[in-house]
């Protein structure tokens, strides 16, 4: 198997890279950050890459943002999650996310996976998420 996730966070999608050859325990160590607005949850996908046709999914699974998205301070999130496969059991995938609430402090400063700051006068209800695969 050649396996990439998707992940959903609202509107935005990230894709990881194709890891050729992994079988049923790839590992992407890749990071994504987004901005979190009311978003409750995070869909993630883990297809098989093929080269002949259409990629086939493998499991699914549905993270809740309000483990690890909480007021205050900031928060990480860092264990295995299930993921499911037609509702079946299919395995687990180990995620780390870091949540960094906007009145902590941030505002105006260099995000992780931001090349330049974001503007101050965003609203204070958002949120960075840090994902790490």
């Known amino acids: 198997m050649d396996p990439y996730a998707k992940i959903h966070v ?7 890279k194709t890891h050729t050859d992994a079988g049923k325990f790839p590992m992407w160590h ?3 950050s987004v901005r979190r ?24 699974g549905q993270f809740p943002l309000s ?7 900031a928060n990480q999130f860092a264990n295995s999650f ?15 996310i870091t949540f960094y609430p906007d009145a902590a402090g941030y505002p105006g400063a260099v995000q992780p996976g931001y090349a330049a ?10 949120r960075i998420l840090t994902l790490r695969l």
């Open 30 to 32: 890749e990071i994504f």
């Open 67 to 73: 483990m690890v998205c909480t007021s205050g301070a």
């Open 37 to 60: 607005t009311t978003e409750q949850y995070m869909q993630i996908y883990i297809y098989d890459a093929s080269n002949f046709g259409m990629d086939t999914l493998i499991c699914e």
């Open 117 to 126: 700051a974001y503007p101050v006068s965003q609203p204070m209800c958002t």
């Open 82 to 96: 299930p993921l499911t496969y037609k509702g079946k059991p299919a395995g687990d995938i180990f995620l780390e």
């Open 10 to 16: 609202g509107a935005t999608v990230f894709r990881t």
